[in-house]
Every structure is written in structure tokens, then in C-alpha cells.
């Protein structure tokens, strides 16, 4: 059984790139896939790929579209403070567990 990276990055989040070629670059996460440990980013790590014509693409030729990034080299963009910035968990008085901004201490949603 392949092991799940612990990240409490979502999908819908808007992170900021850290490391890589598009560091300092932010985004929207589009999916998180936590068994390879990666993240795609909206607009960020563009590649080009060469498809032939085939019934799902039926022009073929060169596309461009996201590949996926380590989770460990983006970062959350808080929205408070416009940083890049750790996620905690904290329980709610109701039981709830919700994520908060280290920076700001304000409730993630």
C-alpha cells in the first residue's frame, strides 16, 4: 500500500509556487493528488504536448496544458495578509475541524 502525503491543501485553494521554475507565480489548486504527492495549478507549469487525432481530440497538434507540482513546493496565499503561509487545524466549539492561517490566525474556508 503506497502511503498518502499529509498536505491540508484542497482543491479550490489558491497557493503560491515556491520553488521551480514559476516561483512566485499564484493560482487556483485544480486537483491534489495526495498518493504521487502533487498538485495541479491553474496556468502554472505549462507543458506542451504533441497528440495525435483521436476520437476525444479530434484536432490533434501541439497542447498546452498544466502538469503537476510537488505539494511541497507551493504554499497557501492567505487572503488577509496576501502571503504565502502554514495551515493549522482547530477545532470549533460544535466539534468541527477547520483550517486557519498561521499568519493571519483567520478561519480558512
Do not use: W
Not at 504536448?49 to 513546493?73: F, M, Y
Amino acid at each position: 500500500m503506497e502511503s498518502l502525503q499529509k498536505s491540508r491543501i484542497r482543491k479550490g485553494d489558491t497557493v503560491v509556487v515556491i520553488a521551480g521554475r514559476d516561483r512566485g507565480k499564484s493560482g487556483k489548486v485544480l486537483s491534489v493528488d495526495r498518493s504521487a504527492g502533487k498538485v495541479i495549478v491553474e496556468k502554472l507549469n505549462m507543458i506542451k504536448r504533441h497528440t495525435k487525432p483521436n476520437q476525444k481530440v479530434k484536432q490533434g497538434g501541439i497542447l498546452e496544458r498544466e502538469a503537476p507540482l510537488a505539494i511541497s513546493n507551493v504554499m497557501y496565499l492567505c487572503p488577509v495578509t496576501q502571503k504565502p503561509t502554514r495551515l493549522g487545524m482547530r477545532t470549533q466549539s460544535d466539534g468541527r475541524r477547520v483550517r486557519f492561517s498561521k499568519k493571519s490566525k483567520e478561519l480558512v474556508e
